[in-house]
């Protein structure tokens, strides 16, 4: 018997471009396509969430360091880019992340080639009040879930800063295993990176039964996947 198909979040008419009208559903949240009207609802948590204490985030349209309009600005600007440029060498989705119908975050899945490699990257943050919740793990989860059997993908990477224990901690438990370290900067500073990886055999393994992904097939040719 099919267990029943948890309600989610539904614009009031469908988005002419399909990666807008991609959910996944899981027990605890939703991972919305990141239209326009969610991004406006996003705002005041990008306006709230200025980064004040360590762990730091990477130098990013995305980080939240400045109070002034110009970070909003920016923010939304880096999103619309994104959206922009998609192509079979690279595409990038952004979700916004929902608790019972209201938006606390956003979770991006990244493919660089993936026509060719078959990989996969992530990208995420959740509003301050959100945080150590649980809800950084299984928004990663329903992202994999979309990765790996919505798009097919060989293996999925994360990267964090070595101090940024919540995001190694979240790949830790969904099986990525250690990858080497990188570089990158925060506020104008070089940083060391601890760089994860997980191969799909390992993802088959903890692949969760509870996890829904809506509107896949239509967005697998704007992702140049036939």
């Avoid at 995420?124 to 790996?148: I, N, Y």
Wanted: aromatic content about 10%; glycine content about 10%.
């Amino acid at each position: 018997m099919r267990r029943p198909r948890r309600p989610g979040y539904r614009p009031a008419v469908a988005h002419t471009y399909p990666p807008l009208n991609l959910e996944i559903r899981t027990p605890r949240l939703t991972l919305a396509g990141a239209s326009d009207d969610l991004l406006e609802r996003l705002v005041p948590l990008v306006r709230a969430g200025i980064a004040d204490a360590a762990p730091w985030p990477f130098d990013d349209p995305m980080s939240f360091y400045a109070d002034s309009p110009e970070r909003e600005w920016r923010w939304l600007r880096g999103i619309w880019a994104g959206r922009a440029r998609v192509s079979p060498d690279a595409w990038r989705l952004y979700f916004a992340v929902l608790v019972d119908g209201v938006p606390v975050g956003m979770q991006d899945l990244i493919g660089t080639n993936f026509t060719w490699f078959g990989t996969v990257t992530s990208f995420s943050w959740l509003a301050p009040g959100r945080r150590g919740q649980g809800l950084g793990k299984e928004m990663r989860a329903a992202v994999l879930h979309l990765a790996f059997a919505g798009l097919g993908a060989r293996e999925a990477g994360s990267d964090a800063f070595v101090d940024n224990e919540a995001s190694n901690r979240v790949s830790r438990a969904l099986g990525y295993e250690p990858n080497g370290t990188d570089w990158d900067t925060r506020r104008g500073e070089p940083a060391q990176i601890q760089r994860w990886r997980l191969t799909r055999e390992a993802w088959e393994r903890i692949r969760r039964a509870d996890i829904d992904v809506i509107g896949v097939e239509q967005c697998r040719p704007v992702l140049g996947l036939g």
